[in-house]
């Protein structure tokens, strides 16, 4: 089973109404845009102080939960505002939705638990937009 596969089962894309979210798309592109990739994006939680609840969705338990507002104050409410834009949806239903999505979505990005080289992540990545891109 594939990445794309393993996201679409555990009801990732379905969450926003569809096999082609343009939140989960927003998602990917996101990270792969964050400076330093994935590393970048678990490394502004850390500096936040939410390296514990980080550290779950990278590793091989159960994904602590984050709520909403903890997504803002990590990505900032600008970018919360920009994947909401590119969604079609509010900020706060966003914010909400990211909750749900990112745990996830960095879990099945961190393979055996660790991050992947960032060369590794951006084919990881490319491949799951040009698959999402297809899908719609």
Known sequence: MGLLDNLESQGLASLLGGGSSPLLTGLLQMVQNQPGGLQ????????KGLAGLVSSWGGTGQNLPISADQIHQVLGSQQVQSLAASAGISPDAAG????????????????????????????IVSGLLQNLGKAS
């Open 96 to 123: 909400s939705a990211i909750a749900q999505l990112l745990p996830t979505l960095v879990d099945k990005l961190t393979p055996n638990g660790e991050v992947p080289a960032h060369n590794n992540m951006m084919d």
């Open 40 to 47: 970048g994006l678990v490394q502004s939680f850390q500096d």
